[in-house]
């Protein structure tokens, strides 16, 4: 009878944990086309609420057949077709100027400048800071806290 018990107790014990949602890690993607439409909902049915650009990042939070459903760096949320996105790590910026400097240390040369929202590709990271690409050529390093992505 005891074992009876127990072996029913294990039973229900494995049901629960099969019904019950995973922890999952975080899953980030980047718009992998030149322009894309952020949606309202699952479907081209549903209107376009903002158009992205090649590399934007994008945090996914849930799911519905072929569609993501995603959240911006300002917390804005939409829906994107899947096959539109890519693995490829991105940041954009969060603050209204950044610098890029040559090595990731706030006493090394400033070699450019970037702007709130600009989709940087990620090349390296290292203690807090993140080495990035912008379109066009400007390489080097930003301090992680004035970037949003991965």
Known sequence: MLVARILLIVLLAGTL?????????????SVAREEVNLRSGPGTRYSAEWVLSRGFPLKVVGRRGDWLQVLDFENDKGWILRTLTGSTPYHIVKVKTANVRIQPTTSSRIVGKV????????????????????????RGWISRKLLWGW
Do not use: C, F, H, I
């Not at 944990?17 to 993607?29: E, F, I, N, R």
């Not at 702007?115 to 400007?138: F, I």
């Open 17 to 29: 944990a099969v019904d019950m949602p995973q922890a999952s890690a975080q899953q980030m993607v």
């Open 115 to 138: 702007s709130y929202g600009d989709a940087l590709k990620t090349l390296e990271r290292k203690s807090g800071w993140v080495k990035v690409q912008r379109d066009g050529g400007l």
